[in-house]
């Protein structure tokens, strides 16, 4: 069925719901609500005020509920509404879902999934308009998945809800509702950990995620560049394997996130193919990303995120490398 990635979200938590009792979903208004972008609408009729539980304004109180819930045996799913928000939440994410594996050496884990929403372009402020992925991926303990299309959002959130160790979902705002895809009505999983190759080119590897991921197809298009992209699905763990095989084989490089630039995941790609394919390289390794300022004002942010002009430029410079 076509869906856009609110209504696959929703499929996927149903589903998750359906097949796991100990499944629970806890955010501020997820359920009278259904989630400020209504990802979980309906599910509160479905599984009860017991399962599907609206929470105080407490990103904190949230996530350190949820951590007791996975540690007392149940499978919570929260969501901080915004991404910004969940900075309030970091010392339980940090400090304890992240190290329980490590602390009880694997006598315990924390299975939860804490989803939010990220990133810009929908002219929302500044908290609301964060990608925070580098923050969560440089702690180990933490998985850290983002989706791009809706196919791969139900497949990806089902996948993380089998996991036993905490997960970070975050779901790009702007793509919730831009394009419906096919999306199967029953289970199905996307492995986390392995890329996705969105287009096989020859000339040139373009590594990126979430919100970039059509910005760059449609660049590319609109160039006829031979570009393989190559859509990571999760930054961490990294599919290291699918961006160095694809640097191999073209000889040029370039990252594209939306996230600011100094010290941002593409930065870690760039060191990798550095270390493992730089003999390969027939440019340098090229980033495109956003300033490295705070998240400005509505009205700037088509100067701050990377967009289709950006990009073409960026594949017009390497080329000529």
Known sequence: MMQNM????????????????????????????????RVTDGLLAKYGEGRVIDTPLSEAGIIGTAIGMALGGLHPIPEIQFA????????????????????TRSARSVPMVV??????????????SDSPELYYSHV???VVVEPSNPYDAKGLLIRASHMEDPVVFLEPTKLYRLFKQDVPEGQYEVPIGKASVVRPGDDLSIITWGTMVPVVKNAVEKKGANAEIIDLRTISPMDESAIIESVKKTGR???????QLSFGAGAEIAARIAEKAIFELDAPVLRVASDSLPYPYPGYEQYYIPNEAKVMQAIDKIMAE
């Open 140 to 142: 180990g303990g933490l």
């Open 84 to 103: 910004g928000f969940m900075y309030l939440a970091f010392d339980q994410l940090i400090n304890h879902a992240a190290r329980y594996r490590s602390r």
């Open 6 to 37: 609110v209504g696959a979200l929703n499929s996927a938590l149903d589903i998750i719901l359906q097949e796991d009792k100990n499944a629970v979903l806890l955010g501020e208004d997820i359920a009278k609500d259904g989630g400020v972008f």
């Open 253 to 259: 490089a370039m990252i594209v996130h939306e996230a």
């Open 115 to 128: 989803r939010t929403p990220v990133s810009g372009g929908v002219r929302t402020l500044e908290h609301h």
